[in-house]
């Protein structure tokens, strides 16, 4: 067997041994992802001593960024929702968008809320808002749900500081200005598409009451408290994005050496951008509301826990990369790629999307189809813009065809009191929308960069 060939089938391999260890062993995805990449090592000739060298290499390059970023994150999402930000943010848009608009109010809830809080956090958080709205219009829970789902679901994958993007952006060392900036631009017409547009549709095709049992439970958990500003939560939400929009944007625009591109390239670099929101949340969401310095620092403590799964998995899909681009499967895809004319966008997005479709997991789908791309980002010629639109488009992919075997659709199915068969109608169609405007927004998008 030439070397090409061998090199396809160890890819090949590769794949289907990952996917088999995560689906039919239960194996957790790190062990998984480390246990395939020695595999790949071997298979390629690399000497054992140097297969345990890259691994250290690639988990510390990959794990120097994201455990930051990830870890901030997490930490100034949890102060926001203990304190009540989350919710806030919600009602002040229902508020401001009027009933006539509390549609689309509830789409741009979602859209924001989740760019600090884990998508299963917040759909705890604001799903139980929108009961009472249901029951006073009579209409379908659905009608309310779907756009503030499709909101929640765009951001999730689209726009750090969420794991999936953060991950995908360091594998392939995308900008993460970038990042946002076609996050932005494909994940609102993904959200409007999928959220208030099918919402309308598909209320009228399925009948979801509020379920009573759930009402009884938000009964019994309601907790009278002060809320805080509607502005305090939305200028803390959105301060992060802007910060890392302004170290993209100087770099654009000033030159080099330029003593206000060298502040905004500062404090827009991700993990000073995100320490100094951390801090200003600690203090405004936390120390200005009565909360105790132990109080905040145990809250913090806490936000790390289901932070630090992701960031293992992350450095392992890091070192599956690695293993590859060491293998040259990158040449090899790339030389396949030209011959058939597929785009990069769409063998990222394909990608994910089958990973996705036999996983179920998001987050994982979209590491491991950025660690099948990054030998390819190594071979072609991308621009930092393209990575950006690279890591959306990836995103897409794994956004996209939620089933069964995705831990979200089981959270949509208790919170919507509906069979699995409507769950598959509205929540993986909401879903799949979702993923597949934004891959064709991603595409209109590339004519342009």
């Given amino acids: 067997m030439d070397s090409t060939a061998w090199l ?20 957790q995805a790190f062990i998984a992802l480390l246990i395939v990449s020695i595999l790949v090592g071997l298979a390629i000739g690399m000497p054992p001593s140097e297969i345990v060298a890259t691994i250290e290499d690639a988990m510390g390059g990959t794990l120097g960024f994201v455990a930051l970023v ?22 002040g848009l229902i508020q401001k968008f009027g009933e006539k608009n509390i549609v689309w109010a509830l789409g741009f809830s979602g859209f924001l809320v989740s760019i600090a809080v884990y998508i299963d956090v917040a759909i705890i958080i604001l799903v139980p808002l929108i009961y009472s709205i249901a029951l006073k ?39 993460l200005g970038w990042v946002i900036i076609f996050g932005i631009i494909c994940g609102i017409p993904a959200m409007i598409v999928a959220g208030p547009l099918f919402g309308r549709f598909i209320s009228k095709k399925v009948f979801v009451p509020v379920p009573e049992h759930i009402l009884r439970e938000t009964e019994n958990q309601t907790v009278n408290r ?38 905004l390239t500062f404090i827009g670099n991700p993990i000073v951008a995100l320490l100094i929101v951390c801090l200003l949340t600690f203090w405004i969401f936390g120390t200005r509301r009565g909360y105790s310095r132990e109080e905040v620092q145990k809250i913090a403590t806490k936000a790390m826990e289901p932070a630090g799964v992701i960031m293992l998995v992350t450095g392992a899909g890091g070192v ?8 040259g499967i990158g040449d090899v895809l790339a030389d396949a790629m030209q011959a058939i004319n597929m785009p990069l966008l769409l063998f990222g ?35 930092e813009p393209m990575l950006g639109l690279l890591v959306i488009a990836i995103a897409c992919g794994g956004t996209a065809f939620s089933h069964v075997n995705d831990s979200g659709f089981w959270m949509a199915n208790r ?35």
């Avoid at 994150?73 to 806030?88: A, D």
């Avoid at 756009?147 to 765009?154: Q, R, Y």
């Avoid at 599956?320 to 293998?327: E, P, V, Y």
């Avoid at 997005?349 to 791309?373: C, D, K």
């Fill in 8 to 27: 396809i089938t160890v890819s090949i391999f590769a794949l289907v041994l990952l996917l088999f260890l995560v689906l039919r062993t239960k194996l």
């Fill in 70 to 91: 990830i870890g901030l994150g997490s930490m100034f999402g949890e102060v926001l929702r203990v304190s009540g930000g989350s919710e806030r943010l919600a009602l």
């Fill in 137 to 175: 219009s009579k209409k379908s829970l659905l009608y309310y749900g779907i756009p503030l789902c499709a909101g929640l679901s765009v951001t999730h994958t689209f726009l750090p500081p969420t794991p999936g993007p953060i991950a995908t952006a360091s594998i392939i060392n995308a900008d």
């Fill in 226 to 263: 002060e809320l805080p500003s509607f502005r305090s939560a939305i200028l803390i939400i959105l301060l992060p994005l802007v910060l890392i929009l302004t170290n993209t944007t100087a770099e654009i625009l000033l030159p080099e050496g330029n003593t206000i591109r060298t502040v």
């Fill in 320 to 327: 599956f990369g690695k293993m590859l681009i060491a293998s």
């Fill in 349 to 383: 997005f394909l990608t994910a999307s089958i990973i996705r479709i036999s996983q179920g997991s998001g987050t994982v789908s979209m590491i491991t189809a950025s660690s099948l791309v990054a030998p390819l980002v190594e071979s072609f010629q991308v621009s």
């Fill in 415 to 449: 919170y919507f009191d509906m069979s699995v068969k409507d769950t598959l109608r509205t929540w993986t169609v909401m879903k799949t929308i979702v993923g597949l405007t934004g891959f064709v927004m991603c595409c209109i998008v590339s004519l342009f960069i």
